[in-house]
């Protein structure tokens, strides 16, 4: 069983910046792949980023590449996401979540095992 909580959302304007974080649970974290999901009103959860369970592997959804960073502290069982120059269409509750098959590539969200309770980020014009 792993717990996730993020924190770190909020309100920036566009082109700022947000680090958000996901903490995690139990002692198994680092045989988890991790991700980051988003999701906006009215629409279903996308894929942000994914990360490997040594941290060596990366993989971002085109619309965030060279602006989001993820990455992860296994001693400190958290996974980060940097967001950088963020736009209004970032808008979203962003989630994190465990994929315990080391499938960090994956955008399927029925595939992680575990997901947190979520942080808001809202960009603003």
């Known amino acids: 069983q792993v717990q996730l909580v993020e924190s770190g959302g909020g309100l920036v304007q566009a082109g700022g910046s947000l680090r958000l974080s996901c903490a995690a649970s139990?002692?198994?974290?680092?045989?988890?792949?991790m991700a980051w999901f988003r999701q906006s009103p009215g629409k279903e959860r996308e894929f942000v980023a994914g990360?490997?369970?040594?941290?060596?592997?990366?993989y971002y959804t085109d619309s965030v590449k060279g602006r989001f960073t993820i990455s992860r502290d296994n001693a400190k069982n958290t996974v980060y996401l940097q967001m950088n120059s963020l736009k209004p269409e970032d808008t979203a509750i962003y989630y994190c979540?465990?994929?315990?098959?080391?499938?960090?590539?994956?955008?399927?969200?029925?595939?992680?095992?575990?997901w947190g309770q979520g942080t808001q980020v809202a960009v603003s014009s």
């Open positions: 979540a465990a994929e315990a098959g080391g499938r960090y590539y994956s955008t399927v969200s029925r595939e992680y095992d575990y």
């Open positions: 990360i490997s369970q040594g941290g060596a592997g990366t």
């Open positions: 139990g002692r198994t974290f680092s045989s988890y792949a």
